[in-house]
Each structure stands twice: as C-alpha cells, then as structure tokens.
C-alpha cells in the first residue's frame, strides 16, 4: 500500500500538481462520538498545518479527524516511510496487538496523505463515515463536499442523475430495484 502511495505521490509531483483531494468512507463502526443532528458530517485531514487543520475545511462546517496524531506511533512510522527513510519495525504492534489509535494510520488514504504530503504537496482528505450496504448517498455526499471545496457547482455537470453526477451503470442494479411498496 505504501508503495502505491509512493508511486502515486511521484506521478502527482512529476504532473506539477499542487493541491490533492483524497476521497475515502470510514468505518461507521470506528465512529466515536456520533451526532446526526445536521445529516452525515463530513471529517477532514489536510497537509496545511502539522496537526491537520485547514481554516477553509473548518469554514464549510467539517470537523478535522479527531484521530489524527502525528506524533502516534503509526502516523509517525508511515510519515517516516512516506519520507523515503527506514525505521526498525520492531518498534511496530504485530497485526493482533493494534490498538484503536492504530486504526486511521492502516487505512489507505493514511498511506496516500502521508507520501503526497511527503512530496510537498497540498493534500486535502475528505472522508465520511459509512455503513456497509448502499453507499450510494455517501458516494454523491463525498462528491458534493469536493465540489464545496473546489468551488465547483456540481448542478452544472452534465451527468445523467440528480445533481449533474454521472451514475456508473453498475450502480443501477448493485442492489437491484427497490422494493414493491405495496407489500407493506
């Protein structure tokens, strides 16, 4: 995984790309403190400030990851990997003795904020707790807040489903249709 994330970093940089957005769902079973009162919250992580905050993602009502530490352990051993240094993995839990704070830094937007960042790139992840099942919702939910970031109006895309978004063929039938509600 770190590898890829590398390689992608290396493409990035090579491009003469400045600013990354990273998409990424999150376990809802990970969630910590749950509030819905506003809908699903969107969570960021950015490269701006060492530990994570970004004033424009605070601005459109995001909260930072809770759970990013860069002095943690694994945060710390993947930054060192993302900066092309070796670091004796001896100082690592094996995979039975990772604690709760290990969690974030195993996931793969960790590995790719982690090398982006290492390149001196501006990375921004938006991430969104989600439950397994139909992930639809959090897929455009995900997309609008890119757009919010970007300042993009996603009404103007010219996409074939609500809000301007082209809706992969596959999507249709991945839960097949929905129910007859006359049997209820």
């Known amino acids: ?9 290396n ?4 491009s003469g790309k400045k600013h990354v957005v990273l998409l990424s769902s999150l376990d809802f079973g ?7 009162s506003s809908g699903p919250q969107i969570y960021y992580l950015s490269s701006i400030n060492p530990d994570g905050r970004d004033d424009n993602c605070e601005q459109l009502g995001w909260k930072r990851l809770q ?3 860069p002095a943690q352990r694994c945060w710390k051993y993947l930054s060192t990997l993302a900066e092309g240094n070796t670091m004796l993995e001896s100082n690592l839990p094996f995979e039975d003795e990772l604690e709760d704070e290990d969690y974030y830094p195993s996931l793969p937007f960790a590995a790719l904020f982690s090398c982006l960042k290492a390149k001196g790139l501006k990375v921004t992840c938006v991430l969104c707790y989600c439950s397994e099942g139909d992930n639809i919702q ?6 609008e807040a890119a757009c919010r970031l970007l300042g993009l109006n996603p009404n ?3 996409g074939n489903g609500s809000g301007g978004w082209v809706i992969p063929f596959s999507w249709h039938t991945v839960y097949g249709p929905p129910p007859d509600m006359s049997i209820f």
């Open 156 to 158: 103007a895309f010219p």
């Open 138 to 143: 959090d897929a455009f939910h995900l997309a």
């Open 67 to 69: 759970e990013y530490n």
């Open 11 to 14: 493409f990035a940089a090579a």
């Open 1 to 9: 995984m770190v590898e890829f994330a590398k390689n992608l970093a």
């Open 30 to 36: 990970k969630w910590q403190k749950i509030d819905m």
